[in-house]
């Protein structure tokens, strides 16, 4: 009986309905969308670690040659406290890679990066081996040629695992003794040559043993320990070096998206709000328009506030409908996006409840209005006596 | 529930004490100018005149719809003016039932549903609504056409619905306004005849009206003119 006033109008109450759906829908999947999303750069930060510097030699005087780190700053910086590994890598130029003799024609085109790289690389990224072993104390003493790839290097030549097979170094031959898993924090490695700083001197006329670049793991106090480094390396001197967290990187890209978050809330708060200002209007004209209704149970009786609840109560329904089928509507939406992007859904069902809560909250205050000026229609004047 | 005394029939229902009733603030038009009158338990009344008497403000003030400016209006002895909205209201409901020219029936709800509107709020279950509804609708021979809409039944038969909707409740006075106006002759004969069978010696009846073929058929006839009462007369019935 008392949503009778609903249910016969239909159309109408399926449209002031819209307001409440779209606003709790809007905020629903944007809170639940960032959350995702989020959780996604969780599992990406923790996969990654959260405790990895990277530290680029910069150019001090020494201009005209690529900047280095001594091998005497490396040894300082791990002598660091907190500092736990590091591995020091120098990327080669001017070699051409090939997979075979032959080929030099179609690779030149597409440069293999070629690092020299100190022996516990995969243990400082934390990265394992597809298969085969890293470069070891033997290859490094001995001068081997041998050679470490990464995955989609190994892809791309169609190189087998455990297949004894050798690449061309600018016409030398390398054999191949391991692939290097995916380094999600240098997406470059997976498609890079790792060889030992000897055979870089031996064969590519490195003069020194000295990184460019430093990977350095430090679990507690690692931006400390980052802030530091520069100083350990350069003492004071000419030769500088930047170090920084990658992941800072990816927390940074979790705030951005915290601000498109709140954007997309409030514009979800006003589709609330323009949803209640619609209900508002919508119920006060029905409240004309059912003048003679109101009048008539007036005379039959009910009294001013029960003329009043029912009119509130039908925003009540408009409002806990709309706010569960917003809720359900972003929730949809959620799963849609987390979906298509791999994520997984995070979604706060308490959240859910809250914002159809809030739907609930707008729907009461926006029929406050109208029911307050049903209960205040005097009934002679609706009744119209003859 | 019903007012019945010992002496049933005498029975003051509902009194007009002085009553004035002033429309407008700054230009004051009296309406109704200090009136008193009294129906009874079992009374068949009719209240005539032209338009602009003050016959409907007095159906208003009758059905404490509206509150006088001056004087009291009693219902079962009960002053209405002390009483709250609320109180007011369920003395409404319990003590007066209402038909008018118009029907005011809910368009959409059934016949069996606008009777039902009478009965909600007072503790009944919904079983027993249906029950006394129903019984109200087969007094007024609508007992089949229960689920209809409104816009499916005559203008005769929805008036039979909105009688039926007056009586549910069991008043002790039924007021009608023009219960016949926006009939043709066949349909109002019933309906008049209606009336007729639903007074009881527990239950007056008072039908505001200018047809004087229906006031002619009551059994008192108060007559107004510009907010007074001018002739109350007992009718002699053939």
Redesign the interface.
Not at chain 1, 173 to 199: H, I, N, W
Not at chain 1, 222 to 234: D, G, H, M, N, Y
Not at chain 2, 8 to 32: C, K, T
Not at chain 2, 197 to 208: K, M, N
């Given at each position: 009986m008392a949503v009778s006033g609903l249910t016969a109008r239909k159309v109408r109450t399926l449209l002031i309905m819209l307001g409440p759906v779209l606003g709790v829908a809007a905020i629903v999947a944007a809170i639940g969308i960032n959350e995702s999303s989020k959780g996604h750069l969780k599992a990406k930060l923790q996969e990654l670690g959260t405790d990895l510097i990277v530290v680029n030699a910069s150019a001090g005087f020494g201009f005209g040659q690529d900047p280095v780190i001594e091998s005497a700053a490396v040894g300082r910086v791990s002598r660091l406290p907190d500092v736990v590994a590091v591995t020091g890598t120098r990327q080669m130029s001017d070699i051409v890679t090939v997979p075979f003799a032959g080929a030099e024609d179609y690779y030149r085109a597409f440069p293999v990066p070629v690092i020299a790289t100190g022996l516990d690389l995969p243990s400082t990224l934390e990265v394992p081996l597809v298969s085969g072993r890293f470069l070891n104390e033997f290859d490094e003493s001995s001068g081997a040629r041998v050679a470490v790839i990464g995955r989609d290097l190994a892809d791309e030549y169609g190189y087998l695992r455990g297949e004894s097979r050798t690449i061309e170094l600018n016409g030398l031959q390398y054999g191949v003794v391991g692939v290097l898993d995916y380094v999600l924090l240098e997406p470059s490695m997976d498609s890079a040559v790792f060889l030992t700083f000897a055979t870089a001197m031996d064969d590519w006329g490195l003069d020194e043993p000295d990184p460019s670049r430093l990977y350095v793991r430090a679990p507690v106090n690692t931006r400390l320990v980052a802030q530091e480094i520069p100083t350990v390396v350069s003492l004071g001197g000419p030769d500088g070096a930047n170090a920084s967290v990658p992941t800072d990187l990816l927390d940074a890209q979790s705030q951005v998206d915290e601000n498109l978050n709140n954007l997309t809330k409030m514009m979800g708060g006003l589709a609330l709000i323009v949803g209640g200002v619609g209900i508002a209007n919508v119920m006060s004209i029905s409240v004309i328009q059912r003048s003679s209704e109101i009048g008539i149970r007036r005379a039959l009786g009910h009294s001013r506030s029960t003329i009043a609840i029912q009119f509130l109560f039908e925003a009540l329904v408009v409002g806990v409908l709309g706010g569960i089928a917003g809720a359900g509507v972003g929730a949809g939406v959620v799963w849609g996006v987390a979906e298509q992007r791999g994520y997984t859904m995070v979604l706060s069902v308490v959240g859910l409840a809250g914002w159809a809560l809030v739907s609930v909250g707008v729907a009461v205050v926006a029929g406050l209005y109208p029911s307050t000026k049903a209960a205040r229609l005097e009934p002679l004047e609706t009744l119209r006596l003859g | 529930m019903n007012p019945v005394g010992p002496d049933g029939a005498d029975e003051v229902v509902l009194s007009l004490e002085g009553v004035s009733r002033i429309y407008g603030e700054e230009v004051q038009v009296s309406a109704l100018d200090g009136v008193s009158m009294e129906i009874r338990a079992g009374e068949f009344v009719s209240i005539v005149g032209p338009s602009g008497s003050g016959k409907?403000t007095m159906?208003?003030l009758l059905?404490i719809?509206?509150l006088p400016t001056h004087g009291v209006i009693r219902v079962r002895g009960v002053d209405v003016s002390e009483l709250s909205?609320?109180e007011r209201?369920?003395?409404?409901?319990?003590a007066i039932g209402?038909v008018?020219?118009?029907f005011?029936?809910?368009?959409?709800?059934t016949a069996l549903?606008n009777v039902?509107?009478?009965l909600?709020?007072r503790g009944l279950s919904s079983r027993q609504r249906r029950g006394r509804a129903m019984e109200a609708l087969e007094q007024v021979g609508l007992g089949a056409r229960h689920d209809h809409r409104p816009v499916q039944l005559s203008g005769g038969e929805q008036q039979r619905v909105a009688i039926a909707?007056a009586i549910t409740?069991q008043p002790g006075v039924v007021l009608a306004?023009?219960p016949t106006?926006a009939l043709d002759s066949q349909n109002a004969e019933n309906v008049l005849e209606i009336f007729h069978d639903l007074q009881t010696s527990e239950r007056a009846i008072c039908i505001?009206t200018h047809d004087l073929h229906v006031a002619d058929s009551a059994r008192r006839k108060i007559s107004m003119l510009d907010g007074h009462i001018v002739s109350d007369e007992q009718l002699v019935r053939s």
């Amino acid at each position: 009986m008392a949503v009778s006033g609903l249910t016969a109008r239909k159309v109408r109450t399926l449209l002031i309905m819209l307001g409440p759906v779209l606003g709790v829908a809007a905020i629903v999947a944007a809170i639940g969308i960032n959350e995702s999303s989020k959780g996604h750069l969780k599992a990406k930060l923790q996969e990654l670690g959260t405790d990895l510097i990277v530290v680029n030699a910069s150019a001090g005087f020494g201009f005209g040659q690529d900047p280095v780190i001594e091998s005497a700053a490396v040894g300082r910086v791990s002598r660091l406290p907190d500092v736990v590994a590091v591995t020091g890598t120098r990327q080669m130029s001017d070699i051409v890679t090939v997979p075979f003799a032959g080929a030099e024609d179609y690779y030149r085109a597409f440069p293999v990066p070629v690092i020299a790289t100190g022996l516990d690389l995969p243990s400082t990224l934390e990265v394992p081996l597809v298969s085969g072993r890293f470069l070891n104390e033997f290859d490094e003493s001995s001068g081997a040629r041998v050679a470490v790839i990464g995955r989609d290097l190994a892809d791309e030549y169609g190189y087998l695992r455990g297949e004894s097979r050798t690449i061309e170094l600018n016409g030398l031959q390398y054999g191949v003794v391991g692939v290097l898993d995916y380094v999600l924090l240098e997406p470059s490695m997976d498609s890079a040559v790792f060889l030992t700083f000897a055979t870089a001197m031996d064969d590519w006329g490195l003069d020194e043993p000295d990184p460019s670049r430093l990977y350095v793991r430090a679990p507690v106090n690692t931006r400390l320990v980052a802030q530091e480094i520069p100083t350990v390396v350069s003492l004071g001197g000419p030769d500088g070096a930047n170090a920084s967290v990658p992941t800072d990187l990816l927390d940074a890209q979790s705030q951005v998206d915290e601000n498109l978050n709140n954007l997309t809330k409030m514009m979800g708060g006003l589709a609330l709000i323009v949803g209640g200002v619609g209900i508002a209007n919508v119920m006060s004209i029905s409240v004309i328009q059912r003048s003679s209704e109101i009048g008539i149970r007036r005379a039959l009786g009910h009294s001013r506030s029960t003329i009043a609840i029912q009119f509130l109560f039908e925003a009540l329904v408009v409002g806990v409908l709309g706010g569960i089928a917003g809720a359900g509507v972003g929730a949809g939406v959620v799963w849609g996006v987390a979906e298509q992007r791999g994520y997984t859904m995070v979604l706060s069902v308490v959240g859910l409840a809250g914002w159809a809560l809030v739907s609930v909250g707008v729907a009461v205050v926006a029929g406050l209005y109208p029911s307050t000026k049903a209960a205040r229609l005097e009934p002679l004047e609706t009744l119209r006596l003859g | 529930m019903n007012p019945v005394g010992p002496d049933g029939a005498d029975e003051v229902v509902l009194s007009l004490e002085g009553v004035s009733r002033i429309y407008g603030e700054e230009v004051q038009v009296s309406a109704l100018d200090g009136v008193s009158m009294e129906i009874r338990a079992g009374e068949f009344v009719s209240i005539v005149g032209p338009s602009g008497s003050g016959k409907s403000t007095m159906l208003g003030l009758l059905g404490i719809l509206d509150l006088p400016t001056h004087g009291v209006i009693r219902v079962r002895g009960v002053d209405v003016s002390e009483l709250s909205d609320a109180e007011r209201s369920s003395l409404r409901g319990d003590a007066i039932g209402f038909v008018f020219q118009q029907f005011h029936l809910i368009p959409h709800l059934t016949a069996l549903g606008n009777v039902e509107t009478a009965l909600l709020y007072r503790g009944l279950s919904s079983r027993q609504r249906r029950g006394r509804a129903m019984e109200a609708l087969e007094q007024v021979g609508l007992g089949a056409r229960h689920d209809h809409r409104p816009v499916q039944l005559s203008g005769g038969e929805q008036q039979r619905v909105a009688i039926a909707r007056a009586i549910t409740t069991q008043p002790g006075v039924v007021l009608a306004d023009e219960p016949t106006g926006a009939l043709d002759s066949q349909n109002a004969e019933n309906v008049l005849e209606i009336f007729h069978d639903l007074q009881t010696s527990e239950r007056a009846i008072c039908i505001v009206t200018h047809d004087l073929h229906v006031a002619d058929s009551a059994r008192r006839k108060i007559s107004m003119l510009d907010g007074h009462i001018v002739s109350d007369e007992q009718l002699v019935r053939s």
